[in-house]
């Protein structure tokens, strides 16, 4: 417990935090403003539905499947950063040769992660939807929809459906990092798998589906707006999606536990 | 099995990296309440020795005793009583000094209320404990590395080379530290390469060479047969010199210094070099320089050139320079890389 506390404290300190999210923010506005700004530009189809993404409540989900498929390389990277650093700065050794529990550490250290993701993905959805809200505007569009209660009701969901395919996403950046034992490798190995997945689509289509990252992106189901699977390939059907996101996470946590036991710590 | 008396224990410690050993069978005993100094060459085993203590890594063989009870895999609790600083200190650079003691805090046994304060005072870092980390000189790094080894007040204490970057005030400071936790009936276990310092500052030392123990022991009793007396005369005097001397100490303990400049040592106690320079006054030698001392730099030099346990005969000054200096009086660094005469 304490060392969960200490890692929240740790992560709200840390300017990864706040650069990560800065940057998921920002991109997101400026998509959402962009696509407000330039509807009147467009005719038809095309116009009407890039207007989706500020027209509510649709824009809710759309949104949010948004953050989920920005959120997964930011996540990644996090994630590889908070464990990489570990070992980079020697702090994972001077828990250890205190007395600590490695895999305990690690996975406490995790914990917080965790709650950051969520704190980070409901502050992402506001900033979002005031932007869209700013958009609509812009582009004349009615925010009538913005009170519309049914889907308000299964915003929670869909909500908590995001924050465990971006945990799982930044539990695998965590892993990679733990493997990695460093910083800079653990981030450049994360955007490489990430990447990689991305690739082996083109190839391997009917397994990419199962991999982590368009697992996660499958989680929240919608109309295939962001993501970087682009809605190209086929998408695993949401419960599925959550199993699969559930294996990874699990997964990459005990990788996680299991090698930080074992390792030797050097530097 | 336990030794009683003993704060620390290690029997036949082995550890190999790839292919090359690190520690080849290490038994070192160091007793409560001491300071400990674990002196030894660059690559000797030392931090090795230290990560293993410390659960960091584990031994392919043997044994640790830590406080009297065996320490395996499984007793991370041990580690509870021991602090440690291995190595360079680590801490989040991002974090304030004080902030990065409150995460370290968090961590391992429980730290007393104020003990964070109480520590920054102590490393003199209390003015600057708001500072990001990154921000540090070496020297404040490694203050705070201290401290952060001192946060649960240990029963026994672990410092890889704590005096490294510190300024002179701050290493009379951590001796005098180091000095009131051992009165306390703490234990100090310290590697150093500044000679001088730890003969200062040990009461007991433990000298390792290739992975191995080559001496251990009280380190006045260790320092009292180490004497030497380092003469120079002309060199057409040398043979003279020698011949004048050897009645007095043997023929074994004169030896001339590499370097063909005429220095001898003259294996003594160094309280009798007034008896060298009669008996080469008495020849009608006169010395162009006289040295004597005992000091832990010729011990530990002596020791560790070259393979450990390698006759310790005829390779005491072998290493001088080949130049017109002096014996060397400094550079310890070099015997390890030192092959054999
Ligand atoms: N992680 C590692 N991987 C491979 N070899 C290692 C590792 N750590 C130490 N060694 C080797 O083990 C030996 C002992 O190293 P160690 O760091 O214990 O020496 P030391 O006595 O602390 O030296 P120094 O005085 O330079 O600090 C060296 O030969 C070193 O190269
Ligand atoms: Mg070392």
Known sequence: ?267 | MTNDGLALATRGLQKRFGTRPALAGLDLSVPSGVVYGFLGPNGAGKTTTMRLLTGLIHPDAGTIEVLGRSFGRADRHRLFEVGALIESPSFYPYLSGRDNLRALAATGAPTGPGRIEELLELVGLRERGKDKVQTYSLGMKQRLGIAAALLSDPRLLLLDEPANGLDPAGIVAMRETLRHLAAQGKTVFVSSHVLGEVQQLADVIGIIAAGRLVREGPIDQLLLGEGAVRIRVELAEVDAARTALVPLVGDAMVEAIAGDDGWLAVHIAATRASEVNRALAQAGIYASALEAGNDLESLFLELTRGEAGASHEGTFFGLAGSNDAPPPRSGAADASTGGPS
């Open chain 1, 1 to 267: 417990m304490r060392i969960f506390v200490a890692g929240i404290r740790k992560l709200l300190r840390r300017p990864a935090t706040f650069v990560t999210l800065g940057l998921l923010v920002g991109l997101l506005g400026l998509i959402l403003i962009a696509v407000s700004a330039t509807a009147g530009q467009r005719t038809g189809r095309a116009a009407q539905e890039s207007l989706l993404l500020v027209t509510f409540p649709g824009a809710y989900s759309l949104i949010l499947s948004f953050i989920l498929g920005l959120g997964g390389l930011f996540a990644v990277i996090y994630g590889a950063a908070i464990a990489g650093s570990e070992w980079t700065w020697g702090t994972l050794k001077a828990a250890v040769a205190r007395g600590e529990s490695r895999s305990g550490y690690q996975l406490l250290s995790f914990a917080a992660i965790v709650v950051m993701v969520g704190v980070g993905l409901v502050l992402a959805l506001a900033a979002g939807v005031v932007v869209a809200i700013i958009g609509a505007n812009i582009a004349g569009v009615s925010t009538a929809g913005l009170n519309d209660t049914e889907t308000l009701g299964k915003m929670p969901e869909l909500m908590a459906r995001a924050w465990l395919a971006i945990v799982e996403e930044g539990a695998l950046g965590f892993a990679i990092a733990t493997l990695a034992r460093s910083q800079l490798a653990g981030i450049g190995a994360g955007i490489g798998v990430y990447f990689g997945e991305q690739f082996a689509s083109i190839f391997l289509p009917d397994i990419v589906k199962y991999l982590p990252f368009n697992a996660a992106t499958a989680v929240v189901a919608t109309s295939g707006t962001g993501g970087p699977g682009g809605g190209a390939i086929a998408r695993l059907e949401p419960n599925v999606a959550l199993l699969v996101v559930v294996a990874w996470l699990m997964g990459a946590l005990l990788v996680t536990a299991i090698f930080t036991e074992r390792a030797e710590i050097s530097g």
